[in-house]
């Protein structure tokens, strides 16, 4: 893996700032290496590049993302792995955290811990900054007495999950950019350049075809018809998100639908089971027993599918069996997944087996959205050039009847 330069914030052992640069293959090679020299990295981004990787945490809005949850998490690990207490982490966090709300979680969390409270204990209390993914794993750790190892393997799983995420958004961003200028090309040309249109042809007589009439009484209802659309795709989309919050019947069948879309349905099984292979190795990885990693991984996993599928896993893990056999029966994890996991159960290394099957499906999203994107760009094109010509062609329909029409005369 080729080195990159990284610009770094630090604090060394007696609390003062240290700024610089270092060459490494990623970020975490970077903070392994000055946390080797004694350095508590409290930001690191790759330098020399148009759209850096930042790692600090975000000031922007507040809500607390996939990064935010990361760079908490590396920042945490390399202070307790330097040796500071956990007050004094969090108090260094609290200060370093730019997000408003998240801060005062922190705040609310280091005054718990300062009257007794466990770490995990306190960051439940904050689900809406601090997933119950986060919170088992490190509960884990407490009970383990490896903190800081937790805390980097929950860095790593957000780091990776916050990086495909990414990669997706940027490969769909050309798709939806096409979408919303073909709808704002639309609405423009009803209501700025049809009524130009109408007076003309009203001007000249004659009867206007059935397209050109619809694209004319649009145009005369635009001023209520627009703002009801609008209020109405709001309304629909926060009704939408409700039912799928509330209701886990709901969401089971709109996933199933998700999983059985003609070109999209490959890639949401390849999402599902890279989150979920990452999600449960990690679990296992820092010791929380299976079955309740198997509840939180159900609970965390996003797809209701992968979540029932893991409430049968569940019953037949407690009943002594393996996990691999009740996947083989589900239609969701393919072959290649539960042969994986089953040598993992045989030769004792899950953690390893389902890490592995996370990477390699991770590489697999990445092809889909690419090959996605590249088959979308030319639909697309396509797609705007239909919806200008059928606009061209309804306003120029009338022109042979006024012809006609003038003849006539």
Not at 171 to 198: D, K, Q, R, W
Not at 381 to 391: K, P, S
Not at 392 to 403: A, G, N, R
């Amino acid at each position: 893996m080729a080195t990159k330069t990284f610009t770094y914030e630090a604090m060394d052992h007696t609390g003062a700032m240290v700024k610089g640069k270092l060459d490494a293959e990623s970020a975490d090679n970077a903070a392994t290496s000055l946390s080797s020299q004694r350095l508590i990295p409290l930001s690191i981004a790759a330098s020399g590049t148009g759209l850096q990787r930042d790692l600090k945490l975000p000031g922007f809005g507040g809500r607390t993302g996939l990064k935010d949850l990361a760079v908490f998490a590396r920042q945490f690990a390399s202070m307790t792995s330097s040796g500071l207490t956990l007050l004094r982490a969090l108090g260094i966090l609290e200060d370093q955290t730019s997000k408003p709300k998240l801060r005062a979680a922190v705040a609310s969390i280091r005054a718990d811990v300062a009257g007794g409270v466990t770490l995990s204990t306190a960051m439940a209390q904050h689900p809406d900054h601090f997933p119950p993914l986060m919170v088992n794993m490190i509960k884990a750790g407490e009970t383990g007495g490896f903190l800081d190892e937790a805390l980097s393997r929950i860095a790593r799983m957000y780091e990776a999950d916050a990086n495909l995420r990414a990669k997706i958004k940027s490969a769909m961003t050309y798709p939806v950019i096409v979408l919303i200028f073909s709808l704002m090309l639309g609405t423009g040309v009803i209501i700025f350049i049809v009524p130009v249109f109408e007076k003309m042809f009203r001007q000249l007589g004659g009867k206007l075809p059935l397209p050109t009439q619809i694209m004319v009484t649009m145009s005369h209802n635009m001023y209520w018809l627009l703002p009801l659309l609008i209020v109405g795709s709001i309304a629909g989309f926060r009704m939408y998100r409700r039912a799928i919050r509330d209701n886990f019947a709901f969401r089971l069948r709109v996933d199933r639908i998700k999983l059985r879309l003609p070109v999209f349905g490959k890639l949401f099984t390849k999402l599902a089971i890279s989150r979920w292979a990452r999600n449960l190795g990690t679990l296992l990885g820092v010791g929380v027993p299976i079955i309740q990693a198997l509840d939180v991984v159900g609970g965390t996993s996003g797809n209701a599918v992968v979540s029932e599928a893991m409430i049968e896993v569940r019953d037949a893990v407690r009943m002594g069996g393996q996990m691999s056999t009740p996947l083989a029966k589900h239609p969701l994890f393919p072959d290649m997944v539960v042969q994986m996991l089953q040598v993992g159960e045989e030769t004792g290394q899950i953690t390893d087996m389902l890490d592995k099957v996370a990477d390699y499906y991770d590489k697999e999203v990445e092809t889909a959205t690419d090959s996605l994107t590249s088959a979308l760009e030319p639909l697309l094109v396509v797609l705007l050039g239909a919806v200008i010509g059928t606009m061209v062609i309804c306003l120029y329909l009338p022109m042979f009847s006024i012809y006609k029409h003038i003849q006539s005369n």
